[in-house]
């Protein structure tokens, strides 16, 4: 089974940025302790600032892979090509986000992605992307 996790701006600051609210571990370490928690599954990450970026890769994996766990950040609030992108795919998508959004800023109460996603999952922290993948399982 092939799941890849998406990644959206900023989340590449992850351990630095904010720790108060998204923690103080890097992703890529968080990314290899999910690749040893699921040995039989081939677990690819992928990061982008750039929302051009983001739609290509999940064009890109969107027919191939089994699941796509999606952390579009600040773009699940503003982008209607990436929630057009998942809509456009057959792939399954997991939107998931750190935080509790709703516990946030008002204008992160909207997201682009989950009307066309299988499942959001949001304000667990890290964990959140372990819960997204048990989805799959």
Do not use: C, W
């Not at 092939?2 to 940025?17: A, E, S």
């Not at 970026?53 to 982008?79: D, M, P, R």
């Not at 209607?80 to 992108?85: H, M, N, S, Y």
């Amino acid at each position: 089974m092939k799941i890849i996790i998406i990644n959206g701006p900023n989340l590449n600051l992850l351990g630095k940025r904010e720790p108060e609210v998204y923690g103080n571990e890097t992703f890529e370490s968080y990314f290899e302790k999910l690749q040893i928690q699921f040995p039989t599954l081939t677990l690819d990450y992928f990061q982008s600032n750039i929302e051009g970026e983001i739609i290509s890769k999940i064009q890109e994996v969107g027919f191939t892979y089994n699941g796509i766990v999606l952390n579009a950040g600040a773009y699940t609030h503003t982008s209607i090509g990436i929630g057009d992108a998942v809509k456009a795919i057959t792939t399954p998508v997991i939107e998931v986000h750190i935080s509790n959004t709703f516990s946030r800023e008002s204008f992160r109460h909207q997201s682009y992605i989950s009307p066309n996603a299988k499942g959001v999952i949001i304000g667990f922290g890290l964990q959140s992307y372990e819960l997204a993948i048990h989805s799959f399982l």
